[in-house]
């Protein structure tokens, strides 16, 4: 889902990050302030419509990012074409992918000049939030805004990841979810790319999130995803079951497992975090649910995504037969101010034998 004027090259970058940039004879192509302004069309893009405020949102959501760069966006526009001095996003076909970014730059100062973003429109998009209708989840449409904020991610200055749970890999699976609202968001890979490319933010922009989705190897440049797991102490895979589109594992009372999430700093600074395990008897975890487990001081820099397995013991009492909701959150105590935190928060389904 990239063009480019020129053919792709691709960066080395150090061994902490994963993500690479878009380059030109050697330079890392960027704009050469800290903002660009992109515009919508006013047809796929109408006064009133979801696709307008779906837009703006996948906007705001990559503004969240931790470094200088932020994007404006102006409706509205009733004129739009290739190379002809404006960035523009709207809908077209026919190009080989859902959707696409050209861009055109001066390779030899390492310069975007313009950049447009088409979406397909024969593709089943929906600006829907509900978890029942996406494809992560096992509905019918593929989330209008990973696939948007794939693209403004190229219109940033960075190119596909492959190495690490990224929205520039495989972009319709790399979503947060709690509750039945799943919610698309930049995340800690193209983050640290901003960042490498535009130096940090002026303000104080931090943010932790902990996700139920991981990188499951590359297909080409993008990083594949599928759902954190649960194993056994003796490090066998947990069974599980398809319920609703999500995985539910089968798991014993009274026994410890190893829970896996992906715990990822998405902010400008290293934190050090605390952790706590609940159990729901619903798929939206908050404070108010049980407790049964935590980790103190969990340290997050901002590089690769930090998938881990943490152990935890499913409580003796639980009923047999029953689904619960395993939840983590991040941040429990609430010792850091964050630009987001509904990501703070997230579950794995399971069923006690
Ligand atoms: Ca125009
Ligand atoms: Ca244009
Ligand atoms: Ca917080
Ligand atoms: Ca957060
Ligand atoms: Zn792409």
């Given at each position: 889902?990239?063009?480019?004027?020129?053919?792709?090259?691709?960066?080395?970058?150090?061994?902490?990050e994963?993500y690479?940039?878009i380059?030109?004879?050697?330079?890392?192509?960027?704009?050469?302030?800290t903002?660009?302004?992109?515009?919508?069309s006013d047809?796929?893009?109408?006064?009133g419509?979801?696709?307008?405020?779906?837009?703006?949102?996948?906007?705001?959501?990559?503004?969240q990012?931790?470094?200088?760069?932020?994007?404006?966006?102006v409706?509205g526009?009733t004129?739009v074409?290739f190379?002809?001095?404006?960035?523009?996003?709207?809908?077209?076909?026919?190009?080989?992918?859902?959707?696409?970014?050209?861009?055109?730059?001066n390779?030899?100062?390492?310069?975007?000049t313009?950049?447009?973003?088409?979406?397909?429109?024969?593709v089943?998009?929906?600006?829907?939030?509900?978890?029942?209708?996406?494809w992560?989840?096992?509905?019918?449409?593929?989330?209008?805004?990973?696939?948007?904020?794939?693209?403004?991610?190229?219109?940033?200055?960075?190119?596909?990841t492959?190495?690490?749970?990224s929205?520039?890999?495989?972009d319709?699976d790399h979503?947060?979810?709690?509750?039945s609202?799943a919610?698309?968001?930049?995340?800690?890979?193209?983050?640290?790319?901003?960042?490498a490319?535009?130096?940090?933010?002026?303000?104080?922009?931090?943010?932790?999130?902990?996700?139920?989705w991981?990188?499951?190897?590359?297909?080409?440049e993008?990083?594949t995803?599928?759902?954190t797991?649960?194993?056994?102490s003796?490090?066998?895979?947990?069974?599980?079951?398809?319920?609703?589109g999500?995985?539910r594992?089968?798991?014993?009372?009274?026994?410890?497992?190893?829970?896996?999430?992906?715990?990822e700093?998405?902010?400008?600074s290293?934190?050090?975090?605390?952790?706590?395990?609940f159990?729901?008897?619903n798929?939206y975890i908050?404070t108010?649910?049980?407790?049964i487990?935590?980790r103190?001081?969990?340290?997050?820099?901002?590089?690769t995504?930090?998938?881990?397995?943490?152990?935890v013991?499913?409580?003796?009492?639980l009923?047999?037969?029953?689904?619960?909701?395993?939840?983590?959150?991040?941040?429990?105590?609430?010792?850091?101010?964050?630009?987001?935190?509904?990501?703070?928060?997230?579950?794995?389904?399971?069923?006690v034998?």
């Amino acid at each position: 889902m990239c063009g480019g004027a020129a053919a792709l090259a691709f960066a080395v970058s150090g061994a902490a990050e994963a993500y690479t940039l878009i380059t030109c004879n050697g330079n890392n192509i960027r704009w050469s302030g800290t903002s660009a302004t992109m515009r919508a069309s006013d047809i796929g893009f109408p006064s009133g419509s979801s696709w307008r405020s779906a837009l703006g949102n996948s906007i705001s959501l990559v503004n969240q990012n931790p470094s200088a760069f932020d994007y404006g966006i102006v409706y509205g526009d009733t004129s739009v074409g290739f190379n002809n001095g404006q960035n523009e996003i709207w809908w077209s076909n026919g190009f080989g992918a859902p959707a696409i970014a050209n861009w055109w730059m001066n390779c030899n100062t390492g310069r975007f000049t313009e950049v447009d973003i088409r979406f397909d429109n024969t593709v089943a998009y929906t600006t829907s939030n509900s978890k029942s209708v996406l494809w992560p989840y096992g509905g019918g449409s593929r989330p209008f805004r990973t696939t948007a904020i794939h693209e403004l991610g190229h219109g940033v200055g960075l190119s596909h990841t492959a190495n690490t749970y990224s929205v520039m890999g495989q972009d319709w699976d790399h979503i947060h979810a709690n509750g039945s609202t799943a919610r698309a968001y930049f995340g800690e890979d193209a983050s640290s790319g901003a960042v490498a490319l535009y130096g940090g933010n002026p303000g104080n922009v931090q943010d932790l999130g902990v996700s139920q989705w991981r990188r499951t190897g590359a297909s080409g440049e993008y990083s594949t995803h599928d759902r954190t797991r649960i194993r056994t102490s003796g490090g066998g895979w947990v069974s599980s079951s398809t319920v609703n589109g999500e995985p539910r594992y089968n798991v014993n009372k009274g026994q410890q497992y190893l829970v896996e999430f992906s715990y990822e700093n998405n902010g400008e600074s290293y934190q050090t975090t605390e952790v706590g395990y609940f159990i729901s008897t619903n798929d939206y975890i908050s404070t108010g649910d049980r407790r049964i487990g935590g980790r103190n001081g969990m340290g997050l820099g901002r590089n690769t995504v930090f998938t881990f397995q943490a152990p935890v013991t499913i409580p003796a009492d639980l009923v047999s037969g029953q689904t619960y909701w395993l939840g983590v959150i991040i941040d429990e105590d609430s010792t850091l101010s964050e630009v987001t935190e509904t990501n703070n928060r997230t579950y794995i389904s399971i069923r006690v034998n």
